[in-house]
T-cell receptor, first 118, second 113 residues
């Protein structure tokens, strides 16, 4: 079974600064997908960014980018120019791409609470 | 475009009572999921339905049952609620069971006293 570890229960950053959230995962599979979800106080789960394991290029979505290190099984999220609206819980998640392996959805880490200091 | 709709948003039950959480999606997705979220635990899978007509247990299925009523609807039933089932419950759906991301409902906060 795959596991996802987020080692930072809480992070704090000054507004307009850059912050990196860490995520590592354990898998014996070679093909999979990785995701970052954001959960603001409204409780809604919002997809931030996703990465296909077979792609070497790191995914980017506006101010959000990832550093995907497949050999190290690491998938960190970088938020540039942090804004007050970025304050939320951030969850890293894994999905198998093996035939039949992704049927059970995503495996989540325990989350990192991001605080933005004005 | 409603996406994934869960009802109710909040519920308080007494120990031993039963209830059904409803979930419907209007995105023509094939796969649907029920997760629970507890403080410090992330989201854990209760049950899932990879396609209409199939359901399977996830990581924490004890005390729950599910029904995939049709392609749109996937309900979660607590037959005899226990305080350990106090949690926030999320329904989610995805286009397929392989590469698509999950789209989530807004959650149900359930308290069992």
């Amino acid at each position: 079974a795959q596991t996802v570890t987020q080692s930072q229960p809480e992070m704090s950053v000054q507004e307009a600064e850059t912050v990196t959230l860490s995520c590592t995962y354990d898998t014996s599979e070679s093909d999979y997908y990785l995701f970052w979800y954001k959960q603001p106080p409204s409780r809604q789960m919002i997809l931030v960014i996703r990465q296909e394991a077979y792609k070497q290029q790191n995914a980017t979505e506006n101010r959000f980018s990832v550093n995907f290190q497949k050999a190290a099984k690491s998938f960190s999220l970088k938020i540039s120019d942090s804004q007050l609206g970025d304050a939320a819980m951030y969850f890293c998640a894994y999905r198998s791409a093996a035939p039949g392996g992704g049927a059970d959805g995503l495996t989540f880490g325990k989350g990192t609470h991001l605080i933005i200091q004005p | 475009n409603a996406g994934v709709t869960q009802t109710p948003k909040f519920q308080v039950l007494k120990t031993g009572q039963s209830m059904t959480l409803q979930c419907a999606q209007d995105m023509n997705h094939n796969s649907m999921y029920w997760y629970r979220q507890d403080p410090g635990m992330g989201l854990r899978l209760i049950y899932y339905s990879a396609s209409e007509g199939t359901t399977d247990k996830g990581e924490v299925p004890n005390g729950y049952n599910v029904s995939r009523l049709n392609k749109r609807e996937f309900s979660l039933r607590l037959e005899s609620a226990a305080p350990s089932q106090t949690s926030v419950y999320f329904c989610a759906s995805s286009l397929d069971s392989l590469r698509s991301p999950l789209h989530f409902g807004n959650g149900t906060r359930l308290t069992v006293t």
